[in-house]
């Protein structure tokens, strides 16, 4: 029977069963090279005499037969090492191009915390001295991802607001340093304190004028200042998605030119804006393009280097960015005008314009969408700049390149993700703790600088300011030694747990604890949820970059990173809405760490693992054991020496369904011989 039903399946679907423990397994490059080729064909038998008959691939036989050479698919182990890796002069300039522009980027994703600050401000028309209005700003921060990221970036708003009518009633004698003020007869008239034509403003950033202060958002206005925020951070979700397609089929130099082009445009343009419903939409163009930029680079950053050095170069390019966050305070006292701070801000960019004739495309990319002409060019041109002999080619790429320069380039979209058994989940699992991780952080924030707690030291908005931009270096610093170690899941691992428990034990223990304890262990859970949060973020972002395949990266970064926004944008919602919710938020966020806990179990490890090209490559990219089974004990899941064995038993059954029946009969004996030998019943 078990025969027959062989034949059935041989004879009525056109491909073979995956072989055991594929979903479960785990294959490096090179083992899954040599059983499952990477252009998605069936692997040879490894049954011994056994010899397997071919069978035509599901829905593509004809990929099948004109599968490239694994020798030009297998980058990392070929075509890299040909190059010389990172040791050549040329690629070491071109991962400096790729740094440099992150000290831009760190000035545009945390314009918003100088831009839209909210200043003090009393009506100037009172003519009593006397404030009318005042609310204190207590700073904005953000967290850069992208990268770190170092994610994608953003920022988070801290603003103690009120609603419109108590905003502008607020009284100096509430705050205990300005005298006792009239106040209306009755609650109807709260609101008349807003009638006032001419206000003036006490700004916290260094700048002289604000958006705020230019079209004097405040009152019944004040609502304008959060859809401002909304604009940039909608205009990066959308850029992170729609770039991320377009870049991984047109490529990746296109995408990173045009929006440097008009980031440009839309970012001078900002500074010239008439009122504050241009200046939203505006901003909203110039996050789309700032995401297209942010994308490209971190996809061009992971392609260039060997699997040793990813993590390290991406975070050197974290650490520029944060260089730009603690430059900014200096930049806008320098500016004094948001005007002039804007243009600052986007003029830096029109040195990218020379990427045109310095930075070519992606290698990497070419050759997993079989272009190989161009990819051929491109290999002469890192030859040539390296000055190297192509004499030197061991391996024979260049051989096998010339003879596929005939066929046709094949390019993925990132909807065919859809149809794979095991990619679609991580990159599912790891858009969760993005989502989770940045949008948690504004939590903790809230906790340690907002209406919670009140330290008299974070009341200023340096002081605010730095902190965050401290805590986001202490997890950057932190990230390099706990991944070095532990790798890029138990790290990821790590940090959720972290803040999980900082989120529940602040939720759930301080209620039983006095005021005075209680002000001091919230700071304390606040900082470290901060701390790890920012770091599970980050990692959300790398970890997508490297199990990803090229065909598709740039298109799950911009997944990963647009959920990353997603999370920030909670921050801006929350605040709209006078801090309403906030509570809930928390609790849903803490839900959602634990569920992430259970979820990063399941992705795989791709420390010092090659780059997945095809999807069929990044299928293989499964969950391993997180800790190394001893040699005594018998494992769960399969190693690659038993797959490979596996691999051939169905292909085996064909076989022997075309045979005699007596030939049959001895290659069943056959197989169940070698099952039992394996103790398979």
Known sequence: MAIDRRREAAGGRPGRQPPLGEENGSLPPGDAAASVPLGGGAGPSSGGEIQSLPSPHPGGGPHCAAAPSL???????????????LGGGYQKTLVLLTWIPALFIGFSQFSDSFLLDQPNFWCREAGKGAELAGVTSTGRWGAYDGANWNSPPTTFSTAAWGPAGNLSNSSGADRGDTPPLWSPPDKGDNASNCDCHAWNYGIHTGLIQNVVTKWDLVCDNAWKVHIAKFSLLVGLIFGYLITGCIADWVGR??????????????????????????????????????????????????????????????????????????????????????????????????????????FP???????????????????????????????????????????????????????????????????????????????????????????????????????DYYTMASITLASCLAMCVVVRFLGRRGGLLLFMILTALAS??????????????????????????????????????????????????????????????????????????????????HIIFACCTLICIICILLLPESRNQSLPESLSNGEHYTRQPLLPHKKAEQPLLLTNAELKDYSGLHDAAAAADSLPDSAAANAANGLRSCGSARGLP
Not at 71 to 78: R, V, W
Not at 398 to 415: A, D, G, H
Not at 429 to 457: D, Q, W, Y
């Open 71 to 85: 020798l030009l698919l297998d980058y990392d182990g070929s075509v890299l090492p040909f190059l010389g890796g």
């Open 504 to 585: 529940l034990l602040q939720l759930g223990l301080l209620n039983r604890m006095s005021d005075s304890v209680k002000d001091k262990f919230s700071i304390a859970f606040s900082i470290v949820g901060m701390f790890a949060s920012h770091a599970v973020g980050s990692l959300s972002v790398f970890f997508c970059a490297e199990i990803t395949p090229t065909v598709i990266r740039c298109g799950g970064l911009g997944l990963v990173l647009a959920s990353a926004g997603f999370g920030m944008l909670t921050a801006p919602i929350i605040e709209l809405h006078n801090q309403k919710g906030y509570f809930l938020h």
């Open 253 to 358: 130099r296109p995408v990173l030119l045009c929006s440097i082009i008009f980031i440009l445009i839309f970012g001078l343009t900002v500074a010239l804006s008439v009122n504050v419903t241009m200046f939203s939409t505006l901003r909203f163009f110039e996050g789309f393009c700032l995401a297209g930029i942010i994308l490209t680079l971190y996809a061009l950053r992971i392609e260039l280097c060997p699997p040793g050095k990813r993590f390290m170069i991406t975070m050197v390019a974290s650490f520029v960015a944060m260089a730009g966050q603690l430059l900014m305070p200096g930049l806008a006292a320098l500016c004094r005008d948001w005007q002039v701070l804007q243009a600052l801000i986007i003029c830096p960019f029109l040195l990218m314009l020379l990427y045109w004739s310095v």
């Open 361 to 463: 495309e992606s290698l990497r990319w070419l050759m997993a969408t079989q272009q190989f002409e161009s990819a051929k060019k491109l290999i002469l041109h890192f030859t040539q700049k390296n000055s190297m002999n192509t004499e030197t080619d061991i391996k024979g790429v260049m051989p096998e390149l010339e003879k596929e320069l005939s066929r046709r380039p094949k390019k993925v979209c990132i909807v065919k993700m859809v149809g794979t058994r095991n990619l679609w989940k991580n990159i599912v699992v790891l858009c969760v703790n993005s989502l989770t991780g940045f949008g948690i952080h504004h939590c903790f924030a809230r906790s340690m600088m907002g209406h919670e707690v009140k330290v008299p030291l974070l009341e200023n908005f340096y002081a």
